[in-house]
């Protein structure tokens, strides 16, 4: 049976984000975020689903950090909630919401888990938005205020540091698509959004470096690769054109390349005024890249002429009668595209080093007698896995992998109707139960590899 082993020191984890597990929205002084006001809007969030308890671990801590000794993950990587730290996006400190992450990070660290910690994971205080929110070129100071607050308190324990967690979504599924918070549908105002998130990654990298010594720090982009059902020109046309939009316009300016020429062209007179200097502050240099992906895009020419991408995904249907396997997202699964992307990224962008800060699956799991077999899932990771120990072997400096979720949590629009975990919660009751997955996961971090 062959097997897959990873380099020495590989870092094994799993991912949450606050508002998907946090629940205790009023808690200890915490503000509004832009994601309370969006799920309590009727028609938003499927079911009426809100983040109000979520997986309540903010009163779970230490269970929950007992349940990853259990599932012996390696590290941790979490996200800080701006509206617990500063409440009203700017201004007055909030220590007692800073406290909880302060405990997060001791009690990891007591465990011997390793935190990485996320400073936006699409959170923002709702005061903030009220006065333009990402659209607004003052969000660059704030966010850098934000971030001196947060890493003057865990930063001479928190070596592992990540800006924003996927700006693609918060620009365009936020405010061009309408999808998430804070529901836009504006072109212009999802570029200007684009460019201020990474205009303030920019900012905060040497805040991060000199409040955390010795500290290491990334963003983390949402990448996957395009594919087309034939290799006829307009058919890759509209690949390349999913590329820009997914990948490079936010991989472009990151490593000193700026906007992609031909997608600045697309976007037209959406696009926002940029100059070097911003384009500088974009590319000032990190430590590694973190990537989330889940699967490919497959993508047709559009058919509507109102549409300045100049491709459409294919649906699920359309996706399953391609032959394509889809989870519970309707997302194709496609290891090899996985291995792929990330073999391409470190080449074409010659990237230090890589975290794959999320990768997993949502499948409909059913417990049975209190246990959750969740096959699927386990051929998910194990066949992601050895795709990654390909693009490893190709050269691509990857030195972590963290599974997309440590626990089934709020999936933001489809709301608790998608799991993700490797740990099922029951929302009923907020019991923890590790699914059939969870353990195949921890022989596997414990082995550094597995049998195929
Ligand atoms: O749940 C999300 C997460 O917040 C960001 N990356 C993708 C996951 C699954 O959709």
Known sequence: MPRIQFPDGFVWGAATASYQIEGAVHADGRGASIWDTFSHTPGTVLNGDTGDVACDHYH????????????????????????RVVPDGTGQVNQAGLDFYDRLVDGLLERGITPFATLYHWDLPQALQDRGGWEHRDIVPAFTEYTQAVVGRLGDRVVRWITHNEPWVVSFLGNYEGVHAPGQTDLGAALSVAHHLLVSHGAAVPVIRSGSPGGEVGITVNLGLGRARTDAPAD???????????????LDPLYGKGYPSDMVERFGAAMPAVNDADLDLIATPTDFLGINSYNPSVVRPTAKA???????????????????????????????????????????????????????????????????????????????????????????????????????????????????????????????????????????????????
């Open 60 to 83: 779970r801590l230490d269970a929950d950090l007992d349940l990853m000794v259990d599932l012996g993950l390696r590290a941790y990587r979490f996200s800080i909630a701006w509206p």
């Open 236 to 250: 890759m046309e509209a690949v390349r054109a999913l590329d820009g939009y997914a990948n490079r316009w936010f």
């Open 306 to 452: 109102d549409n300045p991408l100049g491709f459409d995904p294919l649906t699920a249907d359309e996706l399953t009668a391609a032959g394509y396997e889809l989870t519970a997202m309707g997302w194709p699964i496609v290891p090899e595209a996985f291995g792929q992307l990330i073999t391409r990224v470190a080449r074409d962008y010659e990237v230090p080093a890589i975290y794959i800060t999320e990768n997993g699956a949502a499948f409909d799991d059913e417990v049975v007698d209190g246990r959750i077999d969740d096959p699927r899932r386990t051929d998910f990771l194990r066949r992601h896995l050895a795709a990654l120990r390909v693009a490893i072997d190709e050269g691509a400096p990857v030195r972590g992998y963290f599974a997309w979720s440590l626990m089934d949590n709020f999936e933001w629009a489809l709301g608790y109707a998608r799991r993700f975990g490797l740990v099922h919660v029951d929302y009923e009751t907020l019991e923890r139960t590790p699914k059939a997955s969870a353990h195949w996961y921890h022989d596997t971090m414990a082995d550094n590899g597995f049998d195929l």
